[in-house]
């Protein structure tokens, strides 16, 4: 049986999917007489808590006058407002996710001389293992970026001869090793696919240790190395926004859970870089991206907004993009509101579509924006307001930065890993426990019956 075989779900798959169907399903009902948190949230959204840190802040409302009431979404990092990290940077025109990284890791700003410092660190292991790239990253090349990337992290853990030494000093090398090097295993593993399944050309960049990480991942990518200024410094800041958000969120919550069984920081982040990967996580970007393209293949006037309206309609009654009910980019686990990372954003994506040409796609972009509020308020019951996230304008500013759809997630995970590190290093220092929630049994008892008798 060869793999296209193996693969294929055969009529038999079917069956057997039934039975599973048939005999997994759980009465919805079950879960509010048990009071069961499913997604680990309360009905109104308020998220279980599970834990503590010290890494970031996410306020979407305060209490006032004894009653709870939303507020503009508020991001601290290290106790710092997003905003004014944002603003320290780039009024001074520099780059900002490596000291977003410091910050995070160590939970101060650095001096002047400690960036420059903690830069030549991470220039400095921005070197895969002699040979890695071609033994592991172009001989097995996959149109899925990131199940390549993990691959290509678990089997990092071989050329580590400490691979399973869980001391603070050793645990911070391993992720300032990875942090540093997770552009040139998601930017190669793009090429080997864009070489070996696409029948493109193939060319292997090497970073530039004096490089920000967003040079490099342009450097890297494009065939002539060459990128403007405006399009570093906006992936940067692209960057800095996903660095970390929270213990609570997937990706991070399966950080903390990982590491709490004791094993090495190779399968933390490979497993946390799988929670990503999903649609409902990291992987919502590129779903905005492809519905914008369904949308602008239904809509050719991007200005009528009745048509547009109409088009959203049709997502919520599952009748276009992907039949999901989802307007992909709008609202958030815990915002209401307004997201802060889109709101910073939104600013330096304006600038970014003038530089490339594209103020009528950026429009249509905040058309979609004001619209999917009024069509979710008409046809949702919503227990909190909406508005769009991060994912809504990263898959445009990637877009017009010219990144490949398939990469797109990955940049996601290029700037998460520097979050994820911090909360692994945070759950080895104070917990030294093993999470493991509760789940309630409803099964009646059966007696067991001889094959013979069945």
């Known amino acids: 049986m060869n793999l296209n075989e193996f693969s294929t779900i055969t009529p038999e798959f079917r069956r057997l999917a039934k039975l599973c169907e048939a005999r997994d399903l759980i009465d919805p009902e079950l879960y509010s007489k048990y009071q069961v948190k499913r997604g680990l949230r309360d009905l109104d959204g308020k998220g279980v808590l599970t834990g503590l840190t010290e890494i970031s802040t996410i306020n979407s409302s305060r209490i006032i006058n004894g009653v709870p009431t939303p507020i503009d ?28 990284v410091y910050l995070l890791l160590f939970g101060e700003l650095p001096t002047n001389d400690e960036l420059e410092n903690f830069k030549s660190l991470l220039g400095s292991y921005r070197r895969l293992p002699k040979d890695f790239v071609r033994d592991v990253v172009l001989k097995a090349a996959n149109k899925d970026i990131m199940n390549a990337m993990a691959r290509s992290i678990l089997t990092l853990a071989s050329y580590d001869q400490n691979t399973n030494d869980l001391s603070i000093p050793n645990v911070l090398r391993q992720s300032i090793e990875l942090i540093a090097n997770f552009p040139s295993i998601a930017v190669y593993s793009y090429l080997a696919h864009r070489h070996y399944d696409l029948g493109r050309g193939l060319y292997i960049h090497k970073p530039k240790p004096e490089l920000s990480t967003a040079e ?138 003038e530089e490339k040409g594209k103020q009528d796609e950026y429009n249509l972009y905040k058309r979609v924006a004001k619209l999917s509020k009024e069509v979710i308020a008409e046809k949702r019951k919503i227990y909190k307001g909406v508005s769009p996230n991060i994912d809504f304008y990263s898959g445009f500013v990637y877009s017009t930065l010219g990144l490949p759809d398939e990469l797109f997630t990955p940049l996601f995970a290029i700037a998460r890993i520097a979050g994820w590190s911090a909360h692994r290093i945070e759950e080895l220092i104070n917990v030294n426990k093993i999470i493991r929630p509760a789940y309630m049994s409803i099964a009646e008892n059966k007696e067991y019956v001889p094959l013979n008798q069945r």
């Open 73 to 100: 979404g508020e991001l601290f990092y290290r106790g710092i407002n997003i905003f004014d990290l944002v603003e320290g940077f780039t009024s001074e025109g520099r780059f900002g996710y490596e000291e977003t």
């Open 216 to 353: 490099n991942i342009l450097r890297l990518l494009r065939i002539n190395k060459s990128y403007t200024d405006t399009e570093a410094k906006v992936l940067d800041l692209a960057l800095v926004l996903h660095a970390e958000h929270g213990g609570g969120n997937n990706s991070t919550f399966t950080t903390h859970v990982v590491t709490s069984s004791g094993t090495d920081t190779y399968s933390s982040v490979a497993a946390s870089l799988c929670s990503l990967k999903g649609p409902k996580h990291g992987g919502a970007n590129i779903k905005v991206k492809l519905m914008f393209d369904d949308l602008k293949d239904k809509v050719h006037n991007w200005e009528d907004e009745g048509a547009i309206r109409d088009y959203l309609s049709a997502l919520l009654d599952k009748q276009a993009f992907d039949k999901s009910g989802l307007i992909y980019g709008m609202g958030h686990a815990v915002y209401s509101i307004s997201d802060p990372r889109a709101v910073v954003f939104e600013k330096f994506v304006d600038k970014l579509s």
